[in-house]
């Protein structure tokens, strides 16, 4: 425990010199960051750590949430030598998610400094005084660390909220734009039924868009159907077959998976080259995870599906869809997954 480190180190460096003393701490009571800290005011000048707290058992002490800590927190900033580069701060939150990337781990937002969640604000009235002044709710700027500020819009959402957010992917409109009471009742209506746009930031942006007016329309899916088949052998096989409009022609597409979701994203992107105006646009697309919850118990219960998706350029999305049918839910998240990409790639419209 912290105060036991403090005891302990201070004894110590009575015998030895600091200069020589080390702490290596392991995150078995929650304590390895806090335990580095205060080795350090009781005279080690030594610590180990791991980036994001990788280690056995509950890991090690995070250097992710140790660096910031020296540098920008002035109790130690002010009273010690701190061998960090200032502009190589800006990298952390770059270098975290980079191993998670490299070690295909789903980052934790939850992490301090770094994580997606770090800099969140939800509250009407908490997004009010964190746009007044940040420092309310923020004990850094974020870009220090190379982190965003994340407003979340869900069913808590006000108007301060809403204008953030639409700030913040680039939708300039007046306050008193009648739109914007559209767009908050949209998502209170939809939140009550099930969404949750508070991780799925690709799905709220286009359905902003819709609302201001700003997206043009691509894939428009006029039926798709879907089975599941156990054959003799034992083998369960999923196929999918959907009808897409394309400027104006109808597009059959059909395609097998693993199950009825991989079926219908395999159905899609494996005919893509039928649909030769959006095929450099999605061949690099691909669904890196998949959660389904569901809302009410029962058989009949409303299925809410979330779908983070990739490209080559690193770019990952989180979209939404929720339905009492899981499939249809699942194909609601996919084409928004599917729209985010191409207007964020700058496809042409569908005429």
Not at 85 to 99: A, P, W
Not at 142 to 154: H, L, T
Not at 181 to 209: H, N, T
Not at 218 to 242: F, M, P, Q, R, T
Request: net charge neutral; charged share 25%.
């Amino acid at each position: 425990m912290p105060h036991e480190i403090s005891q302990i180190v201070t004894e110590v460096a009575k015998h030895i010199p600091g200069k020589n003393l080390g702490i290596h701490a392991h995150n078995d009571t929650e304590n390895a960051v806090a335990n580095s800290l205060i080795a350090i005011q009781a005279g080690v000048r030594q610590v180990q750590g791991t980036i994001n707290g990788l280690g056995e058992r509950c890991g090690n002490a995070n250097l992710m949430s140790l660096i910031p800590s020296l540098y920008l927190k002035h109790e130690f900033s002010n009273n010690y030598e701190i061998n960090i580069n200032k502009e190589n701060i800006k990298h952390l939150t770059q270098c975290s998610r980079l191993l998670d990337e490299i070690l295909n781990r789903k980052p934790n937002k939850h992490l301090p400094y770094v994580g997606a969640a770090a800099f969140s604000h939800k509250g009407g009235m908490h997004v009010s005084a964190v746009q007044k002044d940040p420092k309310t709710y923020e004990h850094i700027d974020p870009k220090e660390v190379g982190n965003i500020r994340n407003i979340v819009v869900s069913d808590q959402a006000g108007q301060s909220n809403i204008l953030s957010r639409l700030e913040t992917i680039g939708i300039s409109i007046k306050k008193n734009d009648p739109k914007i009471k559209q767009l908050l009742e949209e998502v209170k209506g939809r939140e009550f039924i099930g969404y949750s746009y508070d991780g799925a930031d690709a799905s709220f942006e286009l359905l902003a868009r819709r609302i201001v007016g700003e997206i043009p329309r691509y894939l428009i899916i006029k039926a798709y159907d879907v089975s599941v088949k156990k054959n003799s052998s034992g083998e369960i096989v999923s196929s999918a077959k959907a009808e897409l409009e394309v400027d104006g022609e109808t597009i059959v597409c059909d395609g097998e998976g693993n199950g009825p979701v991989n079926a219908l994203d395999n159905a899609i992107r494996n005919n893509i080259k039928k649909i030769s105006k959006y095929s450099n646009y999605l061949k690099d697309l691909r669904l890196v995870d998949y959660k389904v919850r569901i809302l009410d118990t029962g058989t009949e219960a409303v299925t809410r599906v979330s779908i983070e998706s990739t490209d080559s350029k690193g770019k990952n999305w989180f979209t939404i869809g929720v339905s009492p049918n899981i499939i249809d839910a699942s194909f609601k998240a996919l084409i928004d997954s599917l729209d985010y990409k191409l207007f964020k790639d700058n496809a042409p419209a569908s005429t």
